[in-house]
């Protein structure tokens, strides 16, 4: 029994490392995870006392319980059986791609790593490249609402930097949950942004199992009170108008929403962004065109654009890029706005829900020194300005503007600053020429200033104007 034995070196190699993985997996990983999971217990805790709405349980349970919860729900139970039937494929092939389709949805979110490391790097980042701003806030409706409701951030699309700065500016109201197209799925970025809390969706998807799992998904994370930051449009402006809404997700959250079952009232709040330098602005005008040689040229230019600018960082002599302003509206009630529509059929509520939020963000994007001058130069056609007559010009069109209700952001409350400012940042970008005290559009640079002027087209539009042409420049309108 105590006698040796011998055995080669690699069979003992190989019962020391099972040996070691079975201590690990039954001793020491259990201790681990019970000493962070506390760690990470303290760290909510502290958040939830500083925060507006606290971080819900559901987005702090673990992801393999949320995928598990997923799949085996009882209405994705029935479309297995929907899809296995319709498609004539058995019941667990169904089941698998369920299963595939929840670990791809579910995200996997950190308390610690969202508001300790993405919440500064969105500060950062946002105080970096542009003068930040709160524009138009409803204070008191905000600080109304029912602390039990959901609550939905309704946003137009501008720039990818709209997931960055509304992040940095609700960051002491509540950790934001936000849908994520195609673009962000590739590796290692894909990894982060699920850690964030995100969530992925595909756009394009006409596959009718995907869409009840992921319908469901977004229906059981409203129902626990998960806040949610979704982009209506469906994807960023490429002309800079504001889209009508596309009722995907809108539509899982009315459909899975029922005011008579005592269930939490779902808020939307309508958040209206504008920027006075998109980065990606021309690579949108090329992608708008259609132009693929363009697009691809354009991407380069981007990385010579950020290498440009990190140097410049480096060496102390880099400016921002104009004002990045963001207003937060009046929240809508789901279960008021139900009430008043109750004779409506769904799909008619859910589309004039729809018109309606569009209609609160548009309200209150603000107006900014770019998008103005644009605005004015634009009217004018190409016959050249001086600075005192487009100062003059801005100030009719800001009043007006005001007057119907817009809010607007300008620089110290000061217009000649503001115009000084729009006019700065339009001739380094070469889409304005000076020459002497006049002012010109190049013809080449019109479709830039007219995706700046867009930002607030549907602001004119609402106090009745229309865009006053220059005599000489209506036959050339006319004729492209």
Same mark, same amino acid.
């Not at 498609?87 to 579910?106: P, Q, T």
């Given at each position: 029994?105590? !006698?040796?034995?011998?055995?080669?070196?690699?069979?003992?190699?190989?019962?020391?490392?099972?040996?070691?993985?079975?201590?690990?997996?039954?001793?020491?990983?259990?201790?681990?995870?019970?000493?962070? &999971?506390?760690? #990470?217990?303290?760290?909510?805790? @502290?958040?939830?006392?500083?925060?507006?709405?606290?971080?819900?349980?559901?987005? #702090?349970?673990?992801?393999?319980?949320?995928?598990?919860?997923?799949?085996?729900?009882?209405?994705?139970?029935?479309?297995?059986?929907?899809?296995?039937?319709?498609?004539?494929?058995?019941?667990?092939? =169904?089941?698998?791609?369920?299963? %595939?389709?929840?670990?791809?949805?579910?995200?996997?979110?950190?308390?610690?790593?969202?508001?300790?490391?993405?919440?500064?790097?969105?500060?950062? +980042?946002?105080?970096?490249?542009? %003068?930040?701003?709160?524009?138009?806030?409803?204070?008191?409706?905000?600080?109304?609402?029912?602390?039990?409701?959901?609550?939905?951030?309704?946003?137009?699309?501008?720039?990818?930097?709209?997931?960055?700065?509304?992040?940095?500016? $609700? =960051?002491? %109201?509540?950790?934001?949950?936000? $849908?994520?197209?195609?673009?962000?799925?590739?590796?290692?970025?894909k990894h982060l942004i699920r850690t964030m809390g995100a969530y992925f969706i595909r756009r394009r998807s006409r596959n009718a199992l995907y869409r009840?799992?992921?319908?469901?998904?977004? !229906?059981?994370?409203?129902?626990?009170? /998960?806040? !949610?930051? /979704?982009?209506?449009?469906?994807? #960023?402006?490429?002309?800079?108008? #504001?889209?009508?809404?596309? +009722?995907?997700?809108?539509?899982?959250?009315?459909?899975?929403?029922?005011?008579?079952?005592?269930?939490?009232?779902?808020?939307?709040?309508?958040?209206?962004?504008?920027?006075?330098?998109?980065?990606?602005?021309?690579?949108?005008?090329?992608?708008?065109?259609?132009?693929?040689?363009?697009?691809?040229?354009?991407?380069?230019?981007?990385?010579?654009?950020?290498?440009?600018?990190?140097?410049?960082? /480096?060496?102390?002599?880099?400016?921002?890029?104009?004002?990045?302003?963001?207003?937060?509206?009046?929240?809508?009630?789901?279960?008021?706005?139900? =009430?008043?529509?109750?004779?409506?059929?769904?799909? &008619?509520?859910?589309?004039?829900?729809?018109?309606?939020?569009?209609?609160?963000?548009?309200?209150?994007?603000?107006?900014?020194?770019?998008?103005?001058? $644009?605005?004015?130069?634009?009217? !004018?056609?190409?016959?050249?300005?001086?600075?005192?007559?487009?100062?003059?010009?801005?100030?009719?069109?800001?009043?007006?503007?005001? *007057?119907?209700?817009?809010?607007?952001?300008?620089?110290? @409350?000061?217009?000649?600053? *503001?115009?000084?400012?729009?006019?700065?940042?339009?001739?380094?970008?070469? $889409? /304005?020429?000076?020459?002497?005290?006049?002012?010109?559009?190049?013809?080449?640079?019109?479709?830039?200033?007219?995706?700046?002027?867009? =930002?607030?087209?549907?602001?004119?539009?609402?106090?009745?104007?229309?865009?006053?042409?220059?005599?000489?420049?209506?036959?050339?309108?006319?004729?492209?």
């Open positions: 029994m105590f !006698q040796t034995v011998q055995i080669p070196i690699w069979l003992l190699l190989l019962i020391l490392l099972f040996a070691t993985v079975t201590f690990a997996s039954h001793f020491l990983f259990p201790s681990v995870r019970w000493f962070f &999971r506390k760690r #990470l217990e303290r760290v909510v805790r @502290r958040l939830n006392q500083r925060l507006e709405r606290p971080i819900e349980p559901f987005r #702090l349970a673990r992801r393999q319980d949320l995928i598990r919860r997923l799949t085996y729900d009882p209405d994705i139970a029935h479309a297995i059986r929907d899809h296995a039937r319709e498609e004539g494929l058995r019941e667990d092939v =169904a089941f698998e791609m369920v299963r %595939r389709y929840a670990r791809e949805i579910v995200p996997s979110f950190s308390a610690s790593l969202y508001f300790g490391t993405a919440v500064r790097l969105a500060r950062r +980042l946002s105080r970096t490249l542009y %003068r930040v701003r709160l524009g138009y806030v409803d204070e008191a409706a905000l600080q109304k609402m029912n602390p039990d409701a959901t609550v939905v951030f309704v946003m137009n699309h501008r720039s990818n930097m709209d997931y960055v700065l509304v992040t940095y500016l $609700a =960051a002491s %109201r509540s950790a934001l949950s936000y $849908a994520v197209g195609e673009w962000a799925r590739a590796w290692p970025l009840r799992v992921l319908a469901r998904y977004v !229906q059981m994370a409203t129902a626990a009170g /998960v806040t !949610q930051a /979704v982009f209506p449009e469906g994807g #960023l402006t490429r002309d800079g108008l #504001l889209k009508p809404a596309k +009722l995907g997700l809108l539509n899982y959250i009315v459909s899975g929403f029922d005011p008579d079952d005592g269930a939490r009232d779902v808020l939307f709040v309508p958040v209206g962004l504008n920027y006075d330098h998109v980065l990606e602005d021309r690579l949108l005008l090329a992608a708008r065109r259609g132009d693929r040689t363009r697009i691809a040229c354009n991407i380069w230019r981007c990385m010579c654009f950020l290498g440009r600018h990190i140097r410049l960082r /480096v060496i102390g002599r880099f400016h921002r890029f104009g004002y990045a302003s963001v207003s937060f509206g009046t929240p809508v009630s789901l279960r008021a706005y139900l =009430a008043h529509n109750a004779r409506d059929s769904h799909t &008619r509520t859910t589309a004039e829900l729809g018109r309606e939020l569009m209609r609160r963000v548009g309200r209150v994007v603000p107006v900014l020194p770019v998008s103005l001058i $644009a605005t004015v130069l634009l009217d !004018q056609g190409a016959t050249g300005l001086s600075r005192g007559a487009i100062q003059r010009l801005a100030a009719e069109e800001l009043d007006r503007l005001t *007057a119907a209700g817009a809010c607007a952001h300008i620089p110290r @409350r000061d217009l000649d600053d *503001a115009v000084e400012t729009g006019l700065c940042l339009l001739v380094l970008r070469r $889409a /304005v020429s000076r020459e002497g005290e006049n002012c010109f559009v190049g013809p080449e640079q019109e479709e830039l200033l007219r995706y700046y002027a867009n =930002a607030i087209a549907h602001l004119r539009r609402d106090c009745g104007q229309k865009p006053r042409l220059n005599p000489d420049h209506v036959a050339d309108v006319m004729v492209r």
